[in-house]
């Protein structure tokens, strides 16, 4: 369980997060939405422990992320945004060292990596260098190290981008199924793509939380308005 | 923890070699260091029992190339923004910036191993005081030490290598030169003799002759390590400021 409670976060004067509230249980899929620069990459990066919140705090499955930092990222795997790899690494010594991180042992390791790999379809690439893969693989592969350790919660920066139109069907089923007995946590603009996978939305603009709700209730919301209308409708207004 | 100090400085010492440039380092260091020694250094006219004309010109050697190992440490995780995916691990930051900089020195011991045919080929053709070589090549090792921590230190505040490096060299050097012995002579009438001794004991250079002339003391592997430590604790530092 993920618990934030009156988060915020200001770089000079402009507030990216203020005062954000939110729980996230098991099994919940949940699509961070808003527009760029709403402070979804933002919350993603305090939830994580690269940035550290000015006010208010994070709790991950009982452990604080400031006090307990250690401990907390124990249960998250997170992929950043532009899926960030080491080029020189071959997929196989990226996967090893992700998991090496994660104290694997050698021989969970392998099986782990053998699953993953099979997983996001990076069988046929493991011997190769990053810096020689295309981007649906590179993105594939920083989702594959993520996965490796199987953590109770995935938090995934546009999980889908780059990919071709089935590479991106596979990681939204990927992501639904792994989200059953998981948390994941996506950030997006698709809105196909949370109408798809996600069972919760967090609505952000302007650094606030501005609606916390599920796909069919902001459809309800707005009856006459598809999806994006109603996107568009709700972070103009508020 | 130990786990992840291995992995970690696994991970960077490989990436000299993955990426080549551990090639380029090693040959250039092994092209300045004999070509010093031989030509510069009077190798074959000097009294040579002590390697002095190779290891008098292995502080700046190593000032110049040490930086080039160290700039990609943490700058180069800022620009291919893999920083964002390494301090999101389970890793306290101590063990990333020790993992980190233990892959640099390493890395610089092994440059100086490339010196050692230098030291077995002499050794038959003049007779070496083996001590006082040995004490200069913990000279090396004390500097490389230093060198790598100030220069680990200083890619964390950079994402631009080239910046990094170059800003390495200029700290080096100022560190190398570091001679506050004018003061002594400017303030004659009021220091007294601890004041002259403090004073004497931050110059870099005599800590590193006194090393080299086989006059190793607790005083100067004391003053290697309390440049050492700092720096290392900086870059930690650097490393907590920038999540604010």
């Known amino acids: 369980m993920i618990v934030a409670k009156n988060l915020s976060k200001s770089f000079q004067d402009i507030k990216a997060v203020d005062d ?16 760029n620069g709403a402070g979804k990459t933002t919350v993603m990066r305090l939830l994580t422990g690269y940035l550290q919140q000015d006010s208010g705090e994070i709790s991950i499955y009982g452990f604080n992320i400031t006090e307990n930092r250690e401990e907390a990222l124990r249960k998250v795997g997170y992929v950043p945004e532009n899926a960030p790899l080491y080029p020189e690494m071959s997929v196989f010594e990226y996967l090893h060292f992700t998991g090496a991180l994660r104290g694997l042992s050698h021989d969970d390791l392998n099986i782990s990596l053998a ?3 099979s997983q996001m379809q990076l069988s046929e690439v493991l011997n190769q260098r990053i810096d020689t893969l295309s981007k649906g693989f590179r993105h594939r592969t920083a989702v594959a190290g993520a996965l490796i350790y199987k953590p109770r919660i995935l938090i995934l920066d546009e999980p889908t981008e780059g990919l071709d139109p089935n590479q991106k069907q596979d990681m939204r089923t990927f992501i639904k199924r792994y989200g059953e007995k998981n948390i994941v946590i996506v950030s997006t603009h698709i809105l196909e793509e949370v109408e798809s996978i996600a069972s919760r939305i967090l609505l952000m603009s302007r650094g606030k939380l501005i609606s916390d709700t599920t796909p069919a209730s902001l459809k309800n919301l707005y009856p006459n308005k598809n999806m994006a209308e109603a996107f568009r409708l709700m972070t103009s207004e508020k | 923890m130990l786990q992840n100090f291995k992995t970690i400085f696994y991970k960077d010492f490989a990436a000299f070699f993955r990426s080549g440039n551990a090639y380029i380092i090693l040959g250039i260091y092994a092209i300045l260091s004999f070509a ?15 390697l002095i004309s190779f290891f008098h010109f292995q502080p700046d050697i190593l000032m110049i190339l040490l930086p080039a190992v160290t700039m990609r440490s943490w700058a180069d995780e800022y620009r291919l923004g893999t920083i964002e995916y390494l301090l999101t691990q389970p890793v306290s930051y101590g063990t990333a910036v020790c993992a980190k900089y233990c892959a640099t020195f390493l890395f610089g011991m092994l440059t100086l191993t490339l010196s050692l045919p230098l030291w077995i080929i002499s050794s038959f053709f003049i007779e070496l005081d083996n001590i006082n070589i040995l004490s200069s090549y913990i000279g090396c090792i004390l500097i490389t030490g230093c060198f790598c921590a100030l220069g680990c230190a200083i890619s964390a505040f950079n994402k631009n290598t080239v910046i990094a490096y170059i800003i390495t060299i200029f700290v080096l050097w100022g560190v190398y030169s570091l001679n506050l012995d004018f003061l002594l002579t400017s303030t004659q009438q009021f220091s007294d003799e601890v004041f002259a001794k403090v004073i004497r004991s931050l110059n870099f250079s005599k800590h590193y002759q006194d090393v080299v002339s086989g006059q190793i003391g607790l005083d100067n592997i004391i003053y290697f390590f309390s440049l050492i430590f700092p720096a290392l604790w900086i870059n930690i530092v650097v490393l907590e400021y920038k999540k604010k």
Request: glycine share 12%; with cysteine; net charge negative.
């Open chain 2, 36 to 50: 010093s020694a031989f030509y510069f250094g009077g190798y074959f006219i000097l009294d040579n029992s002590s």
């Open chain 1, 115 to 117: 699953e993953v790999a």
């Open chain 1, 20 to 35: 954000v509230n939110f729980c996230i249980k098991k099994g919940e899929v949940v699509a961070l939405l808003g527009p």
